[in-house]
């Protein structure tokens, strides 16, 4: 590295860096999660996409998709805190509140059920006057929290393809 030059990082610069290949890789990690129930009444796919649908029923913005489509993602590699691996993804993409909301959704989620497991299910409580609380609160409510639902018209994952492709595109074009 310290022996580089300007030219040679000007032709590394004008390579592809990836983002062209970045929906099919999303699309990948998407598809894991359909091997995944852990003891849910759903797999983790079928939550993530109905998390979204019900968000698209309620006319929200493409943004906002992605960010349900995406926000379990990191399930897969990171248990233990899969929402932060799911904001490190969007961030550059998506509003600051969405962001947000994302990084912070399993503990609203846990509002529901950490009480089950002996947890505080308060521990929201923490970051209650944030001004994307009610942000945060509003998606698990209205759509994480009930999208565990086998009864529920799931679309299939090719529902938002269309959408995952075009968006990070657009985005890294803008
Ligand atoms: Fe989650
Ligand atoms: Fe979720």
Same mark, same amino acid.
């Given at each position: 590295?310290?022996?580089?030059?300007?030219?040679?990082?000007?032709?590394?610069?004008?390579?592809?860096?990836?983002?062209?290949?970045?929906?099919?890789?999303?699309?990948?990690?998407?598809?894991?999660?359909?091997?995944?129930?852990?003891?849910?009444?759903?797999?983790?796919?079928?939550?993530?996409?109905?998390?979204?649908?019900?968000?698209?029923?309620?006319? %929200?913005?493409? @943004?906002? /998709?992605?960010? +349900? $489509? *995406?926000?379990?993602?990191?399930?897969?590699?990171?248990? %233990?805190?899969? @929402?932060? /691996?799911?904001? +490190? $993804? *969007?961030?550059?993409?998506?509003?600051?509140?969405?962001?947000?909301?994302?990084?912070?959704?399993d503990v609203f989620q846990g509002y529901y059920f950490w009480h089950h497991l002996g947890g505080d299910r308060?521990?929201?409580?923490?970051?209650?006057?944030?001004?994307?609380?009610?942000?945060?609160?509003?998606?698990?409510?209205?759509?994480?929290?009930?999208?565990?639902?086998?009864?529920?018209?799931?679309?299939?994952?090719?529902?938002?393809?269309?959408?995952?492709?075009?968006?990070?595109?657009?985005?890294?074009?803008?």
């Amino acid at each position: 590295m310290d022996e580089s030059t300007a030219e040679e990082w000007a032709r590394i610069a004008a390579q592809d860096d990836g983002l062209g290949a970045l929906p099919e890789r999303i699309l990948e990690q998407l598809r894991l999660l359909d091997t995944d129930s852990s003891g849910f009444a759903v797999d983790r796919l079928t939550h993530s996409l109905q998390t979204a649908h019900r968000a698209e029923t309620d006319g %929200r913005d493409d @943004a906002y /998709l992605v960010c +349900a $489509v *995406l926000h379990d993602i990191g399930d897969v590699l990171c248990p %233990r805190n899969h @929402a932060d /691996l799911a904001a +490190a $993804v *969007l961030e550059p993409w998506v509003p600051e509140a969405y962001h947000w909301m994302v990084r912070e959704h399993d503990v609203f989620q846990g509002y529901y059920f950490w009480h089950h497991l002996g947890g505080d299910r308060h521990a929201r409580e923490a970051l209650k006057g944030h001004p994307y609380y009610d942000v945060a609160e509003e998606f698990v409510r209205r759509y994480d929290m009930p999208s565990f639902d086998p009864g529920y018209r799931t679309p299939p994952l090719e529902h938002y393809e269309p959408l995952l492709r075009s968006f990070f595109v657009a985005k890294d074009a803008s």
